[in-house]
């Protein structure tokens, strides 16, 4: 049988504790046997984010804790210039062609997959699963947005991201 694997890719600006449900979430559900984060390298729609290394490393962090069944990939820095989905998923298709490959997406998200480039080559190349959001959810609805937020007002954000990305955030400046 071919190992299952959900792609969680996503800005992680920076990664928080709604990111790690979200793993945890489709491990326990038997969705996947394996959930690989890739964070983006360039924003496709231009947002301004944290350098990628900073981004990478805080990600490594986050999911430290699921050992194996969670690994966080730089594909995206690899693959260069703006990131999309579709040549992500190509490229892990080529290398790994003995892997079944999911998108993981929110059900906001989903709404959102018209406006990606080269939307129906995604569909062809590989299933979604879709997350339940907000009440229908045991994944808190937390975003990077607020987290972002907190540092800038200076109010406490260490309750959204692991001790480890906190204590980063902080010695590195980010978010200010």
């Known amino acids: 049988m071919r190992k299952r694997v959900g792609i969680f890719g996503g800005s992680f ?3 928080h504790k709604g990111h790690i449900e979200i793993c945890r979430y489709l491990l326990n559900h038997n969705d996947v046997d394996e959930v690989w984060v890739v964070p983006c390298f360039k924003h496709p729609f231009g947002k301004e984010l944290a350098p990628f290394n900073d981004r990478l490393t805080m990600c490594k962090f986050a999911f430290g804790g699921f050992e194996k069944s969670v690994r966080v990939s730089d594909i995206e820095r690899t693959l260069g210039d703006i990131s999309h989905t579709v040549k992500t998923l190509e490229r892990l298709l080529q290398d790994y062609h003995d892997y079944k490959f999911f998108l993981i997406v929110g059900g906001d998200t989903t709404e959102e997959s018209v406006m990606w ?3 129906e080559k995604i569909r062809q190349l590989v299933q979604f699963i879709t997350l339940p959001r907000g009440s229908e959810s045991m994944i808190p609805d937390i975003s ?8 800038r007002h200076g109010r406490k954000f260490s309750d959204f991201v692991t001790r480890e990305v906190a204590v980063y955030i902080v010695t590195h400046g ?3």
């Open 13 to 15: 600006n920076p990664p």
């Open 174 to 176: 980010l978010y200010h």
């Open 117 to 119: 480039h080269d939307a």
């Open 144 to 151: 990077s947005t607020n987290v972002r937020e907190a540092i």
